[in-house]
């Protein structure tokens, strides 16, 4: 499907700014991620045809939306404009979910029934600060968090009452307490209101348990496509042991299990670290195991150990890894290391390092994880020269 005008299509694209890509048809911005690709990793080897989306809409499988007051003092939820902290309110959006969408509108028009004061930033006052909704494609368990500057929710059961007869789809609504200034969304305390406080969704075959703070990869579709694109680089035999470094809840690390020895994961969110060790259980896998501490320190135990993995993945954050993980990574030496990254400018800063310590890049595979922004997944495969 092509996009020949935004306004059309998105009546936020001026305001919002989150989606730079709307005037541009779906294949102009794959060739464009295509070229930027190959601008910033061409020099290591050659970079293969990106692997775009049949049908690049409604994508988004996490929705957040910050809540506050515009200047008319009018309730607004939505996106914070780029660069800014004001909120462009937001109905609809093409790459969200349809029903995380609609949850959204709903719990804003419920606020003023429910006398709930949305937070004023430039003041301090209110109470409700954003709204997260997560839904699993696979399996529809839709999760509502609800993120608030106190835990006192006076009118907390007819209010989850009142939703759950709205969208009868929700199995789980959870309470996060963020009373802190700055842009993380969650808190560290959350109090489950309804249902289990996770949800479970299944991706390339294994079913998956998800927290509210857990990362779970945003774009299902394209990433059973990236998995399948790193396993197949790992060119695992069964005889491997694996380290999937930043885990998360384990899904690189568990997808891969059944064609490696043993599978070690490491992860510094603990709430990540428990769902992955309940998402081995709940797929009946026995040769994972999960830890919790910093991917860097581990590895610097790792060499410190003489512990040598055969494969490592590794999946840092946007920032990429630091010199104490590459170094010791490097010390280590596993004979292949696989690279997933979502922001290919600080991987390219981390390959300079590895290629400079005795690894040679031999693969190059682009992956369009957010169609109609600029972001560009690479998935890279190094071994040892």
Request: hydrophobic share 40%; aromatic share 8%.
């Amino acid at each position: 499907m092509s996009i020949t005008d935004n306004n059309a299509v998105c009546p936020h694209s001026k305001d919002c700014g989150g989606c730079s890509l709307w005037n541009l048809s779906y294949e102009k911005q794959l060739f464009r991620k295509q070229g930027y690709a190959i601008t910033t990793l061409g020099d290591f080897c050659h970079v293969d045809d990106i692997i775009g989306m049949d049908d690049p809409y409604r994508y988004r499988n996490k929705v957040h939306a910050a809540f506050g007051p515009d200047a008319k003092h009018r309730i607004v939820s939505g996106i914070y404009k780029t660069g800014t902290h004001r909120i462009v309110n937001v109905d609809e959006c093409m790459i969200d979910d349809v029903t995380a969408d609609r949850i959204i509108i709903d719990i804003r028009n419920m606020l003023r029934d429910f006398k709930i004061q949305v937070f004023d930033e430039r003041n301090g006052t209110g109470w409700l600060r954003h709204v997260l909704v997560r839904r699993g494609f696979a399996t529809c368990q839709v999760m509502v968090v609800i993120v608030a500057v106190s835990p006192i929710f006076k009118l907390q059961k007819p209010f989850v009452k009142k939703l759950l007869e709205m969208h009868p789809e929700i199995t789980t609504v959870v309470l996060n307490i963020n009373d802190r200034f700055g842009p993380v969304v969650l808190g560290a305390k959350s109090k489950v209101l309804f249902g289990d406080g996770y949800i479970e969704d299944v991706l390339c075959g294994y079913r998956f348990r998800i927290s509210p703070s857990s990362f779970y990869q945003i774009n299902p579709v394209q990433t059973e496509k990236l998995y399948s694109a790193a396993i197949e680089m790992a060119g695992l035999s069964g005889k491997e042991t694996v380290l999937d470094a930043y885990c998360g809840i384990g899904t690189i690390g568990l997808t891969a299990s059944a064609k490696a020895k043993q599978v070690i994961g490491v992860e510094i969110n603990r709430e990540a670290v428990g769902d992955a060790i309940c998402n081995a259980r709940l797929n009946g896998i026995k040769n994972c195991w999960f830890t919790c501490g910093d991917a860097g320190e581990y590895m610097v135990r790792m060499a410190g150990e003489r512990i040598k993995p055969d494969v490592v993945f590794m999946d840092p954050p946007r920032a990429g890894s630091d010199e104490k993980f590459l170094s010791s990574l490097a010390k280590c030496a596993p004979e292949r290391i696989v690279y997933i990254s979502c922001n290919i400018d600080t991987q390219k800063r981390d390959l300079e390092y590895l290629t400079q310590n005795g690894y040679l890049v031999r693969k190059i595979q682009p992956v369009d994880m957010f169609p109609f922004t600029e972001h560009v997944e690479c998935v890279v495969l190094m071994s040892r020269t």
